[in-house]
Nanobody, 129 residues
Framework: QVQLAESGGGSVQAGESLTLSCEGPGYIGGRTRTQAGCMGWFRQAPGKEREIIAAIYIVNGDTFYADSVKGRFTVSQDNAKKILSLQMNSLKPEDTAMYYC?????????????????WGQGTQVTVSA
């Protein structure tokens, strides 16, 4: 059973923007009396390992960004709609990859990739020069 589903990918030119969304039964934001949990965005380019690029600590909204996307990407959670979003601005050709979301229900340090599970199937982002 797919726990999360990503959407919003597409083909754009460098400098343009895209917004990715992630939703599904695996969404963990908005839980009451929770003291842990992270939701994150990852990407994997052809021939490269999957990397975490952004994450949000669902308890207080603290965010983490990889250096490669800091200042250009923004992760946010809408607990009413149970959607995790990734606003991507000033896209570059090197941002081309399959993008995934995942949840770490027990996460305390959202940059730690080991606890993430409930993966989606990904959405492709292609940025041309």
């Amino acid at each position: 059973q797919v726990q999360l589903a990503e959407s919003g990918g597409g083909s754009v030119q460098a400098g343009e923007s895209l917004t990715l969304s992630c939703e599904g039964p695996g969404y963990i934001g908005g839980r009451t009396r929770t003291q842990a949990g992270c939701m994150g965005w990852f990407r994997q380019a052809p021939g490269k390992e999957r990397e975490i690029i952004a994450a949000i600590y669902i308890v207080n909204g603290d965010t983490f960004y990889a250096d490669s996307v800091k200042g250009r990407f923004t992760v946010s959670q809408d607990n009413a709609k149970k959607i995790l979003s990734l606003q991507m601005n000033s896209l570059k050709p090197e941002d081309t990859a399959m993008y995934y979301c995942a949840a770490d229900p027990a996460g305390l340090f959202c940059y730690d990739v080991d606890g993430y599970n409930s993966w989606g199937q990904g959405t492709q982002v292609t940025v041309s020069a």
